[in-house]
């Protein structure tokens, strides 16, 4: 959170969402109780939708910045994706194919918002957490980058499903689909979900709706591929970006 946008919360020309209020009660530390108080306020409208396009005028940087401040104060984070391969899983060339895609960022805003997403992966190897990704297959294999790109970002999922704390599923083609995967989105704990739409990022602390979220991501991990038959199915993949030469 930017200093400039910390003082108009407390000079009251903003009003602060509940991810604002969670994000400034845990850095000061305060006990549960009180920040429970605090968030039971801010909770007045639990669901909110920021439009990307505020997010861009901000600077798409400093949102990758927010969500690592998110995921500092998560313990067990479980990301649904069936758009894209997970930010946290990204490689960088990946990453800056992401962000090309219309509408595409100036080349330097790009770059900075790479380099804080690859910052944000640091988390993946701080003890203390855990991480369960479940990832669609047609996301491996849809082409939003060159092929020999692709080839390397696959070579990162196996390597870090050999992470103790990282658990990745990927739920393959074939089969039974337990449900419409409709859009991604992250579980921080049991306390807050991040949903990504076409226009918005929607953040929702209510009960019900964390539940409808974490019902929605049992029933995809229950069909996933784990372990060495996910790691097969993604080298398989892999093989298939490769130059023909590089197969021989």
Request: aromatic letters at 8%.
């Amino acid at each position: 959170m930017s200093a400039g946008k910390l003082s108009k919360i407390e000079n009251g020309r903003t009003l602060p969402n509940v991810q604002d209020v969670d994000l400034v009660l845990s850095a000061l530390g305060v006990s549960a109780e009180v920040k429970d108080q605090f968030l039971a306020t801010a909770r007045a409208e639990v669901t909110e939708a920021t439009a990307w396009r505020l997010l861009r005028r901000m600077g798409p940087w400093k949102h990758q910045n927010a969500i690592k401040a998110i995921e500092a104060n998560t313990t067990l984070l479980r990301l649904f994706q069936g758009q894209l391969v997970p930010g946290l899983l990204q490689t960088p060339e990946y990453a800056t194919a992401v962000f090309s895609l219309p509408p595409a960022l100036p080349e330097e805003t790009r770059a900075r918002t790479v380099a804080a997403r690859m910052e944000r992966q640091a988390t993946l190897y701080e003890p203390g957490r855990s991480f369960h990704f479940v990832i669609c297959e047609h996301v491996l294999r849809w082409l939003v980058c060159e092929p020999a790109v692709m080839a390397v970002q696959l070579d990162r999922l196996v390597s870090l499903s050999r992470l103790p704390d990282v658990t990745i599923g990927v739920v393959p083609l074939a089969g039974r689909m337990p449900d419409f995967p409709m859009t991604c989105f992250s579980m921080h704990d049991d306390r807050l979900v991040l949903v990504e739409t076409f226009h918005s990022q929607v953040t929702t602390r209510d009960p019900k709706d964390v539940q409808t979220y974490v019902d929605t991501f049992e029933r995809f991990a229950a069909v996933a591929l784990y372990g060495d038959h996910m790691r097969a199915l993604v080298e398989s993949i892999r093989d298939g970006f490769l130059p023909q030469q590089e197969r021989i």
